[in-house]
């Protein structure tokens, strides 16, 4: 469902610009060095991108400039789906609009635009699971929740869950800031402790829950309906039950 | 039948007790006491049982928990928190719940006992409230019964707060504001139960005290208290055939209500088992250890907390400039709120005596639907404090449905004053409507006169209300109606 609804959205724009393109002239911004690689990626880019960041990548009123926005975050918006936008408050992920193929190609014309950070490489083997928890909790947790479960912020906006976990689409998101969220460069967070981060992240996919059913992991809220519903139900329930056992021994 | 019985070693034990302490004649008395028989009489019991719970289970824990803030290193077997810094107490709640026998289904039943403790509670003491059986000469009983929920509130903050995780060090963090906020004596509370600027270092250990030994202590002895005054005034009843203000209808502790209590109690263990076995509740190693300059989204308290969390959250920002003092925002949702809540609460009885004018004793219950009233503003109530509860889990409520948290705020604001009154409405005339179409059965007051004790004429077991309490008594409970 989300996935047809993204592409008619892509059709949509793809019409949108096919109409403008005969109203406005086409600013050449296709230098002769372009290789035929990022050529490609320019013309994916004129179809599904340019009606809100702008023929040549500076950003419209619909849309911001991707000059500083790098391969790490076009690889990030592209990979979830966040991007092509759909009908929604801010990008929420969704399956990808793009083939990996494309998306390697819209990347690179991206990185193209101006100076941003690359995808960022992720060897998790060398992250620390319990140095990335203690980062985890410190820098992510205030808005992801301790869990990762995502969590509110203000005006309708929301941090998204941290999960399912791709290493490279997380480190480029701890990278890049998107949305409401910081950017955590390397002066903040060394390759070594988003290494970690991420170990935690994906450990958070499937925390073992020694106590049981996990309820949630929204902790203390779905704790009391289930003390109220299940507990004082099931209680309730045997009360009425014994309470309305005959004695035997008041009946002669 | 009279033949002497041999005297086996049981019943030669039991005399020789009794020889000495006199404690045949009690226990007779205590196990021939006719108990009226309505199920929601026994709810009650449910509080009782999750305490003895909540005192099993809770010593287990004593032998391996640690209440220190001392600097300590996690080396046990939850690989995530290898080698973190902790306190000591942290430490020891993550070993409890990894590293001993049993020391998670334990912590856990402890936990989900302390939810259903609060919560059966309430539910009994909306029984009372709603039948009205704190009227007049139960007044005494029930200002037991609200301390005792207030002492079960805060043992539960207590108790979760021992552990040093980051949710609890959060909720402990808004306790010291909430204290701070106090006029006048606010900073020297603090200073005092904190022993210092927060975290403070002597807090866990002060809170260990208080929660395992102090407020248990006191809830031991008021639930005697309580169980004291009942067996002395005998339990109220429904109104019925047979049954008057001057007499008790229904059947004898022993052997009826013993095994009905006995049985109880092994389903009430039963649910909390069940509970503490299958399903996960506080997973402090998710939550990690306290660190003050941190907190995570979607912070809450346990339930009987969260409608204060909630006042918190919907009080607009005022703060008050009285004789040159700064009252804080904090002060009116954690220090008035539940200082007026349970002020009425204590004075309900004398209250609702004053507005009806009725200060005569009742041993015969109301039903709801007979008090339009009371019962239209106990359900208020309900909604009021439902409202608040709700409002403390505004956020995850807003991420759960996609709506902006600031609507879900807005919307608490407008429902906090309108659902109680919606509410309150539709109560009264669901009252008004079944009692006319149902009225209420009539005192049944002839038999007070004729059977004072033994067997009522439906073959159930009798007593006379105020036969333990002397002629004079007697006269007036059986003389009352007539």
Not at chain 1, 146 to 157: E, P, T
Not at chain 1, 211 to 220: C, F, H, K, S, T
Not at chain 2, 67 to 93: C, D, F, K, L, W
Not at chain 2, 274 to 280: K, N, T
Request: aromatic share 10%; glycine share 12%.
């Amino acid at each position: 469902m989300r996935s047809v609804r993204s592409r008619l959205g892509v059709l949509c724009l793809v019409a949108l610009f096919m109409s403008l393109a005969g109203l406005l002239p086409v600013r050449s911004a296709t230098p002769a060095t372009l290789s035929q690689m990022t050529e490609d990626g320019r013309q994916l880019y004129l179809r599904g991108c340019s009606s809100c960041h702008g023929l040549d990548g500076t950003g419209t009123p619909s849309g911001p400039s991707l000059e500083r926005s790098g391969a790490a975050s076009a690889y990030y918006y592209l990979s979830t789906g966040r991007m092509p936008l759909a009908d929604e408050a801010q990008p929420r992920r969704k399956p990808p609009a793009y083939s990996r193929a494309q998306i390697d190609l819209l990347v690179d014309y991206v990185a193209s635009l101006g100076s941003g950070p690359a995808i960022p490489e992720v060897h998790l083997e060398t992250g620390d699971l319990a140095e990335g928890g203690v980062l985890y909790r410190s820098n992510c947790g205030p808005c992801h929740t301790a869990a990762g479960i995502g969590g509110a912020l203000s005006y309708g906006r929301a941090a998204p869950s941290v999960t399912p976990a791709d290493p490279v689409e997380a480190a480029a998101a701890i990278r890049t800031g998107p949305g409401q969220m910081p950017v955590f460069g390397p002066e903040a967070l060394s390759d070594h402790e988003v290494a970690s981060i991420v170990r935690y992240i994906r450990f958070l996919e499937s925390p073992p829950t020694p106590g049981g059913a996990a309820l949630g992991g929204a902790g203390p809220i779905p704790e009391g309906f289930v003390a109220w519903i299940f507990g004082v139900g099931t209680l309730v329930l045997a009360v009425l039950w014994i309470g309305k056992l005959e004695g035997g021994h008041g009946r002669h | 039948m009279n033949q002497p019985r041999p005297a086996t070693r049981s019943r030669r034990l039991a005399r020789w007790v009794d020889d000495r302490l006199g404690t045949a004649y009690l226990a007779t008395k205590a196990l021939r006491k006719v108990f009226p028989d309505h199920w929601s009489f026994m709810l009650g019991e449910l509080s009782l049982y999750s305490f003895v719970i909540l005192v099993v289970t809770g010593v287990y824990l004593t032998f391996f928990f640690d209440p220190s803030q001392a600097e300590s290193t996690y080396r046990g077997s939850y690989e995530a928190m290898r080698g973190v810094e902790m306190t000591a107490a942290y430490r020891s709640a993550l070993e409890l719940s990894f590293d001993v026998r049993a020391g998670l289904v334990m912590r856990q039943i402890h936990h989900w006992a302390a939810l259903l403790f609060v919560a059966t509670m309430a539910v009994h003491m909306a029984r009372v409230f709603f039948t009205g059986a704190f009227r007049r000469p139960r007044e005494i009983n029930w200002m037991v019964g609200v301390t005792l929920l207030i002492l079960a509130v805060f043992n539960g903050f207590a108790g979760y707060s021992l552990l040093d995780d980051q949710l609890s060090g959060t909720g402990l963090r808004i306790g010291y504001s909430i204290a701070l906020s106090v006029p006048l004596v606010g900073t020297w509370l603090v200073s005092l139960l904190f022993g210092g600027e927060f975290p403070g270092p002597d807090i866990i250990e002060r809170l260990y005290v208080i929660h395992i030994l102090l407020v248990p202590a006191v809830i031991a002895a008021l639930i005697g208290v309580h169980m004291a005054i009942l067996l002395r005034q005998k339990h109220t009843q429904f109104a019925g055939p047979g049954r008057a203000e001057g007499n008790v209808v229904g059947e004898r502790v022993w052997p009826t209500y013993a095994a009905k209590g006995l049985g109880l109690f092994f389903l009430t263990t039963a649910v909390l088992a069940a509970l503490g076995g299958l399903a996960q509740i506080n997973p402090i190693w998710i939550y990690g250890p306290f660190d003050p300059a941190e907190v995570s989204a979607a912070s809450q308290p346990d339930w009987y907390m969260g409608w204060l969390d909630g006042a918190m959250r919907l009080i607009p920002p005022w703060e008050v400039r009285a004789f040159g003092y700064e009252v804080p925002n904090p002060f009116f949702p954690g220090a008035v709120l539940p200082g007026v809540t349970f002020a009425l609460l204590y004075l309900w009885p004398f209250l609702e005596a004053r507005f009806t004018g009725d200060r005569s004793e009742h041993h015969l219950l109301d039903r709801p639907r007979d008090r339009p009233v009371r019962t239209a503003m106990g359900v208020a109530t309900i909604a009021f404090y439902g409202v608040l509860f709700l409002a403390g889990g505004g956020d995850v409520l807003s991420t759960t449905f996609g709506v902006s948290v600031n609507a879900v705020f807005q919307a608490f604001r407008v429902l906090l004053f309108v659902l109680p009154a919606a509410s309150a409405w539709v109560a009264y005339r669901l009252c008004r409507d079944l009692a006319q179409r149902d009225p209420a059965p009539a005192d049944d007051g002839s038999v007070a006169m004729t059977a004072l004790a033994g067997v009522a004429e439906d073959g159930r077991d009798q007593d006379d209300r105020a036969g333990h309490d002397g002629p004079e008594a007697q006269g007036q409970a059986v003389g009352k109606h007539h």
